[in-house]
């Protein structure tokens, strides 16, 4: 009868209701937070190659999705209880604990902006009382740090701080917080103070253990070694956690040796760990911390064998087995320049890490990288060879050959590795490999291999459980990373080296063989003029990972390396002056004597190039950049006046421009513009006149020259008719100047691009026009969800039967017409046979040219490196305002806003550009 009667605030009901909601809520509730906090510390782990959170918090994406089990039964239970109270004890002294239970369950669900929302209330309604005002603004900042909020956190644990010091006691998890947030913002030294004073403040004894371990992990980082060692010890023979006491074992002999100067007792005393029973689990944290060990002191062939052997006996630490991949592959990248191999346990890492490790993205970004310093060197070590080869008696050629491809093929047949692989180990030739562990000797007839019919079944059962796979790593993935995707989008082929891997389930390997051995016969530098080009092929492969080195990782003393390396074996290469450069500026500020002495080459030996003028006039190259947009925009202005028919102007302003800025790139271009004027206004022969000045002037141009070319073939084949005319050309598309009489033709199918097409291919007599379309923007598409809620790419890499080559401009207000007849003028003259077209979509902030059509990626990768270094010349906008990029047509129609073309441009760097 009680319970149905409306409280009331009497002095009775209250301690009536203070006592049921002490002891039937709030203290309940406390027990069941106790529990959850112990479980979760039973099953959180902890990634001990980082300084560890403060607080064991479960991830939040974690627990929203955590499926009903006695966790979250627990933390309802308690929001259950908080909101008892104070709906039903409302004149309790308990409605700011109440609140406070609700936060705290709140945020053990991960619902961190409702916890917030609990806390700031609490805050603001309950300031009078100092412990709760400072508890809720403690765990109102873990909220927002949670949120990723950190300088509205950081706010908030200022005036915590403020508070706190008129409280002076229950501090130790207001100060732990906000060590939390220094460590967040990488001012260590003053986490160290806070997570000291935490220690020594009244508060759970694990709790203290664990700060302990953190404190000693940020003495070690600012190397603070002895304190350290302190620290780790005490954490030892404190009521640690075993794997906490496990790796403060593991860093106390790591830096009693670092501290002792012992040389022979710091891995002694760590294998001895290998013989507890209790360290089983464990053999591969304690071969990593052998191997970071040996790294410190510089025997990077013994740290690399004991990484090895932490891979090899990593069972259930995911985390560990990449770290030990990433160790390995640093150390082929930054000590032994085994860039393949590097490249390889760069991508193991990238596999096997999860993606909000904090390194990521740059270890991705490493193994992209890698993948274009590994295909040049792939590129010296082939020519190298071959060259190698090509020295031995002719009659030697085709059994080197064999001897050469045998190991490689079996590899490519197995889908782990291309035939333009790097090769160690053969006296003769030292790139070449080992072919102790490719034959099978030893097997006879039992081996598996050898009976054609076991293979042969074998195939049959494989196909029926799992379809046709292509022959490639890990191919029961069916979501692989970008590193993988990377290294397996291409598989068809090499464009570097020529050669194509085979991917092909019933492909014979006496097959494969017969056509490399032809491919790499066929390619012997057996004549000085192919040894020639096969020097070139090394020589522009080391200017361009010098180049990489310094530009793009901006490692100057791996690019001077490099940059000498080329001089010592060509020192009369065609990238001197560049070269020369490039290793004054690496020296600057380093060896000046040595950047003195470069300079002065370039100075002496080049005195006329754009080198030796920046040096001479550091200005020179804004200078340069305002003349080339003052040339741009004069050829606008006479493209316009093109436009209008207005011949005479052309002409004119063409004679001033070429007179002012002769040696221009856009020279050339001028020239053609004049003589199409001409041939608008005079006879045949004028504008033979002006072709064969431009052939005579420009001859090395590859943009107007070959279609000049083409234009003075077809003249000559035609010349009876051009004689007739009035004037020498007719009828003309304004926004695509033509150089005959249009006619409609049917449409062909696309053809591939040949990158050796002869630019003095004869013209098509009947051409059909160059559309101009402005293309309606293809519907938003919204981003695809995994199951796990988890983003992914609305991108694909599904092969197209269409791609495009595409160049966006990143402002709607530009007029692109006289760059468009540029690309014109490019594929006319190069790609007469390929019937490529460029049209355009114009979007609210950009406007997109797209080449068409390639009929796969390979086709479209090289048109991309025959334009994509006239592409200043071509295109008459500003530099940084365009991108180019190869696209497939399927992904093509979901760039609809800027936001979606820089998406696709990082996802193009990712998975197809290297």
Known sequence: MYSCITPKDTAISRKMQNLTARYNYIYNSNVLLTDYNEGLAQTYSDNYEKVLPVYLDPEPQVNLVLTPGISNRQLDDVIHKGQAVINDKSFSNYIDDAYMLLGRANYLKGNYFIASEYFDYTAKTYNNNLKTYIMALNWKARSQMELNNLSKADLILDTMLRAADLLKKDLAEPLATTAQMRIYQKRYKEAMLLLEAAIKAPSETQQRVRWRFILAQLQEKENNLQDAYLNFTKVEKSNAPFEMYFHANLNRIKLKALLGGEKLNKEQQLLALLKDDKNSDYVDQIYYQVGELFSAEGDYVKAEENYQKSIKNSSRNQNQKALSYLKIADLNFKQFNNYVKAKLYYDSTAMILPKNFPDYDNIVKKAHNLQYLTDRYTIISTEDTLQTIAKLPASEHEAKIKSWLTPMVKRTNLGTASSGSTFVNDPDFPNEPSKANTTTSGFGNTFYFNNTTAVSNGFGEFRKRWGTRSLEDNWRQSVRSAAQENNQVLAGGNVANGTTTNTDPNAQTGNDQTALEKQYLDALPLNADLLAKSNQKIIDAYFEIASFYQQELNDKAEANKVYLELLKRFPDNNHLAAVYYSLFLNSQGVN????????????????NSSFAKTILDPSYSAKQNQLENMANNNYNLAFD?????????????????????????????????????????????????????????????VIITPLVRDHLKYIEANLDEFKQRKFALIDFDPNEPRFVSQATSTEAPAKPINPDINAATEVKKAEKPIENPVVKAPEKVDNIKTPDAKPVSIFSLATSETYYFVIDVADASLTLSSSRFGIGQFNRGNYPENDLAHKLVELDQDQLIYVTSFIDLEDAKIYEESIKNHLKSIMKVPAGTYKSFIISKENFEKLTDRARINEYIEFYKSNYNN
């Open 592 to 607: 000046q004597a040595q950047a003195e002495e470069y300079k002065q080459l370039v100075l002496t030996k080049f005195p």
């Open 641 to 701: 006046s093109y436009l209008k028919k207005d011949y005479s102007s052309v002409i004119k302003q063409s004679n001033d421009n070429i007179a002012a800025f002769p040696d221009n790139d856009l020279a050339p271009q001028y020239a053609y513009l004049k003589a199409i004027a001409v041939g608008r206004t005079s006879k045949v022969d004028a504008l033979l006149t002006e072709f064969n000045a431009i052939n005579t002037l420009y001859p090395n141009d």
